[in-house]
């Protein structure tokens, strides 16, 4: 992913900054000259990049920096401001309401990715709980109704098409009629490519958005399409009110720059970045987040949101276990399972703080999937005794060949698994039981936590400890690096030479996170129809 490209030269930027040792007009025009070098070759507009120069100069004054105590951190702060304000027009986005009948319509040129996209979207949101409905109003390509007929299936949505009727705006009408009469939250139109040169079917995506009335009008552009974003997002600007934009193919060789410079002449925030063929290939977009994440600071609330819709909470029998400090194969099967319905393992690791796209550029997502599903097999040839163990049953070896033959695995690979499971078990004992941190929780605020693990009541807080606490229950998992040692065995390595360790990755956290402005962290360790 070239954005990830984009982020390791900014970051090159700042630490060739943080070596000079005097801040001067000679060290700010270097760095702004290679950031604004790389955002260039990332195919952002060329005004865009003047304008971030400029504003970057008017927030650094020179004179009041002679007596800053932190000229880096002053520095480092408006730039990463400028990027976000690059790519953030300062308009909420539009948030589909359950229990009211929202309508959404897709636009946008033709093998942009939008019928992909539309059902990947409403995959998204229900998995969030709501009834959503597909409507292709695409008569002008070949196969479009079959694409989104055979991708609705495979997600299980609802959908509403037409091989006979070649009225695009009939069809968008009837769909939605259709679904509105049985009570959908949501409903998405899917229309035909246009480019802004076919006034035909730029009357015809008018006479669709009259004709239905969406709630919000996405337009979906193209990762790869360069320079050309900006008159072509102005065309549709022009003719549909377009409320929000989904960016695709950010997963291969595309720069991206062009379609964020779409922002710009929309003026309409990005909601959604697609960044693969499967259905959970779309990330929600924030602009913050995004930077923190091409930077490599993480992003913990899109982490704390995947783990909200895990619905953790709904396993209560590993709440009652963990408080007792027990962990049984079971427990362990749950818990991988709910890693593989999160998506990619790399997505996932892109999220925690401190995780740079050059520490995962080694990390091999695909072997660490396979892996795991190799662990579902082994799992799902044991025994209902057997999972509900602590896996010392399997001292017999009979009983671990029966296993690795019923899953087709050598007996050495459930020796792994098992291996595993003794190391997750020994932190569970630790957390758990009369002594450990969880005693200071009952089951009630065990639950909260894992409903909502993103806002920790203050008292919940206080009556485990304070942050001392949670320093004490991080050295009790063995620290950051033991928990990282025990992932990097389970998906097959981590990054070039195993990342360097948590303890090099707290470190650059920390100078990260204090130099973007976030100082109060300190990193890991820190206290403070068919």
Not at 178 to 204: N, P, W
Request: proline share 3%; hydrophobic share 40%; aromatic share 4%.
């Amino acid at each position: 992913m070239v954005l990830n490209e984009l982020g390791a030269r900014i970051n090159s930027a700042f630490h060739a900054l943080s070596k000079e040792s005097v801040i001067d007009e000679k060290a700010i025009d270097a760095l702004l000259r290679e950031i604004c070098g790389a955002l260039l070759e990332s195919d952002v507009n060329v005004r865009l990049v003047q304008q971030l120069r400029q504003n970057v100069r008017k927030r650094v004054d020179m004179d009041e920096l002679a007596s800053s105590a932190n000229k880096r951190k002053v520095i480092q702060t408006a730039v990463y401001d400028e990027l976000c304000s690059l790519i953030d027009p300062g308009v909420q986005a539009w948030v589909p309401r359950k229990g009211k009948q929202n309508v959404v319509m897709f636009v946008g040129l033709q093998g942009s990715g939008k019928t992909t996209s539309c059902t990947k979207l409403a995959a998204y949101y229900k998995r969030k709980g709501m009834k959503v409905g597909l409507v292709c109003a695409d008569t002008f390509r070949a196969g479009a109704f079959d694409q989104l007929k055979q991708n609705a299936s495979r997600a299980h949505i609802p959908y509403y098409g037409s091989y006979s009727e070649a009225d695009p705006v009939q069809i968008a009408m009837e769909g939605v009629a259709q679904f509105k009469k049985e009570k959908f939250d949501l409903i998405i139109v899917d229309t035909s490519g246009r480019h802004k040169q076919e006034a035909e079917l730029f009357a015809e995506m008018e006479q669709i958005a009259k004709a239905v009335n969406p709630d919000n009008t996405v337009f979906v552009m193209d990762g790869t399409i360069g320079q050309a974003a900006d008159s072509q997002a102005r065309a549709f600007k022009e003719s549909v009110d377009i409320g929000s934009i989904i960016i695709t193919k950010m997963d291969g060789h595309a720069k991206g720059g062009g379609a964020i410079s779409a922002v710009a002449a929309t003026g309409s925030p990005i909601i959604f970045i697609g960044t693969g063929e499967h259905m959970h290939d779309l990330d929600k977009f924030s602009a913050r987040p995004f930077v923190s994440k091409m930077l490599g600071m993480g992003d913990l609330s899109g982490l704390v949101e995947t783990v909200q819709d895990m619905q953790l909470d709904k396993n209560e029998d590993m709440i009652k276990n963990l408080a007792k400090g027990v962990f049984t194969l079971k427990d362990m099967r749950d818990q991988l399972q709910n890693i593989l319905k999160m998506g990619p393992l790399s997505k996932i690791m892109g999220m925690m703080p401190g995780m740079s796209p050059d520490m995962l550029q080694g990390f091999d997502a695909e072997e660490g999937t396979r892996r795991l599903r190799s662990y579902m097999c082994i799992f799902d040839s044991m025994t209902e005794n057997e999972l509900s163990s602590d896996g010392k049953v399997f001292d017999d070896e009979n009983r671990l060949r029966r296993v690795a033959r019923g899953s087709g695995v050598r007996p050495v690979d459930v020796q792994a698994l098992l291996h595993q499971h003794r190391q997750f078990g020994q932190i569970v004992k630790k957390m758990g039981g009369p002594k450990g941190m969880l005693s200071k929780m009952n089951p009630a605020m065990m639950q909260q936590m894992a409903k909502n693990p993103g806002a920790m009541n203050p008292n919940m807080l206080k009556q485990m400890g304070g942050m001392g606490g949670m320093q004490k229950m991080i050295q009790q998992m063995g620290g950051m690096g033991g928990v990282q040692n025990m992932m990097k065995q389970m998906m097959g390595g981590g990054g070039p030479g195993g990342g360097g360790g948590l303890g090099n990755m707290q470190e650059m956290m920390s100078q990260m996170m204090g130099g973007m402005g976030m100082g109060g962290m300190g990193g890991f360790g820190g206290g403070g129809r068919r």
